[in-house]
């Protein structure tokens, strides 16, 4: 079955950067958008952004862009999150996730799908 | 880009049905029929149960249903069980920057 494993959470400063991975098993990961999804605590769920399948394409929540960037390695079935000039505001668990149904033609969005598989989460704490 | 709004809390009895909603705009809910819900149990994984407003996914209850009217969709749970106490988020795309937008949340609760 599909698993997502997210790693690289910790304590961290603020300032400072981060990088998340999610390694992939159970499905052919090269096929797939991945996103990143986070929770900040006490709060509910924000969409940070996807990348596709080949990486050639992502997109970002405004809140967050400019200082995310969403990569992948399909060698290796691992996705990453790296996150700069982290403040307490990053302070969340960060989910990846697996797209489903999700199209674009030229990097324009024509289909919007959903996020078919979960990871458990990596849990970030910004402070000094 | 809001959040979409839910109710905090919904609760039922066992057996029981409930319905959840999800307020949008013209420019997420109302405007595309791409919403999904999403169960979460805390310390778990997020679990889809509904995607395109009515569809469900393989090996997701029946009694799990999802629909929408104007800018509001709804997830309703019906003959509730004691396994369906957990957090639901209702999720759209959105013709913002931001290309997905979730809900606030709403805790459901088995009496």
Redesign the interface.
């Known amino acids: 079955q599909v698993q ?1 494993v997210e790693s690289g959470g910790g304590v961290v400063q603020p300032g400072t950067s981060l990088t998340l991975s999610c390694v992939a098993s159970g499905l052919t990961f090269s096929r797939h958008g991945m996103h990143w ?1 986070r929770q900040t605590p006490g709060k ?4 940070v952004g ?1 990348i596709s399948d080949d990486g050639s394409n992502q ?5 967050v ?1 400019g200082r995310f960037t969403i990569s992948r390695d399909n060698s290796k079935n691992t996705l990453y999150l790296q996150v700069n000039s982290l403040s307490a505001e990053d302070t969340a668990v960060y ?1 990846c ?1 697996k797209d ?2 999700t199209r674009a033609v030229r990097g324009v ?1 024509t289909q ?10 990596a849990l970030v704490t910004v402070s000094s | 880009q809001s959040a979409l709004t839910q109710p905090a809390s919904v609760s039922g009895s066992p057996g029981q049905s409930i319905t959840i909603s999800c307020t949008g705009t013209s420019s997420d809910v109302g405007g595309y029929n791409y919403v999904s819900w999403y169960q979460h149990h805390p310390g778990k994984a997020p679990k889809v149960m509904i995607y395109d407003v009515n569809n469900r996914p393989s090996g997701v209850s029946n009694r799990f249903s999802g629909s929408k009217s104007g800018n509001t969709a709804s997830l309703t749970i019906s003959g509730l069980q004691a396994e369906d106490e957990a957090e639901y988020y209702c999720s759209s795309y959105t013709s913002s920057n931001t290309l997905a937008v979730f809900g606030t949340g709403t805790k459901v609760t088995v009496l």
Not at chain 1, 112 to 121: A, I, T, V
């Open positions: 997502l999804v509910g769920l924000e969409w996807v997109y970002y929540a405004d809140s862009k989910y996730a489903r149904n969005i919007w799908g959903y996020l078919e598989y979960w990871g458990q989460g």
